[in-house]
């Protein structure tokens, strides 16, 4: 058998992703049409982020959004904990490899993967809980630019 059960579970895996990332912009993008704006529709941001287009409201239907903010919390640590699991067992598949050869092959594969996946959750993170105390507009900008370009 193969690592992760074939090409089954990576089509099953695939779906998964693709449909929770579906469903999570749906939810977002209709909760955002939704919200009444009473302070104009400019965004003075780089990007046109959910919180900032939050302080438009005029309404507290934003605690909509606090909701929809728990349900993509909820899929980004449920993903999170599947990615940390999945390598696990890679790398426990990877040190049973009797060649050093054969493991530094596949390590070799698997660290620059690891790269762009700690590059993407470090985005994430700091995109959205970063500190308040430590935001500036040019900070927001590099920021909303990197995440733009790792997403």
């Given at each position: 058998g193969t690592l992760l059960g074939g090409s089954r579970a990576c089509v099953?895996?695939?779906?998964?992703?693709?449909?929770?990332?579906?469903l999570n912009a749906l939810l977002h993008t209709?909760?955002?049409?939704?919200?009444?704006?009473?302070?104009?529709?400019?965004?003075?941001?780089?990007?046109?982020?959910i919180p900032h287009i939050l302080k438009l409201s005029c309404s507290h239907s934003y605690l909509r959004e606090v909701g929809v903010v728990v349900v993509s919390v909820g899929l980004f640590f449920a993903c999170f904990i599947f990615i940390v699991l999945s390598y696990v067992q890679i790398f426990k598949a990877v040190l049973r490899i009797p060649?050093?050869?054969?493991?530094?092959?596949?390590?070799?594969?698997?660290?620059?993967?690891?790269?762009?996946?700690?590059?993407?959750?470090?985005?994430v993170l700091f995109a959205y809980l970063k500190l308040p105390s430590i935001s500036s507009p040019s900070l927001d900008v590099v920021v909303a630019v990197l995440y733009a370009v790792v997403h």
């Open positions: 099953q895996m695939a779906a998964a992703a693709w449909g929770s990332s579906l209709a909760n955002t049409f939704s919200i009444p704006l009473c302070q104009g529709n400019a965004v003075g941001h780089f990007f046109c982020e060649s050093e050869q054969g493991r530094h092959k596949a390590f070799s594969m698997c660290l620059p993967h690891l790269a762009v996946v700690s590059l993407f959750v470090s985005t």
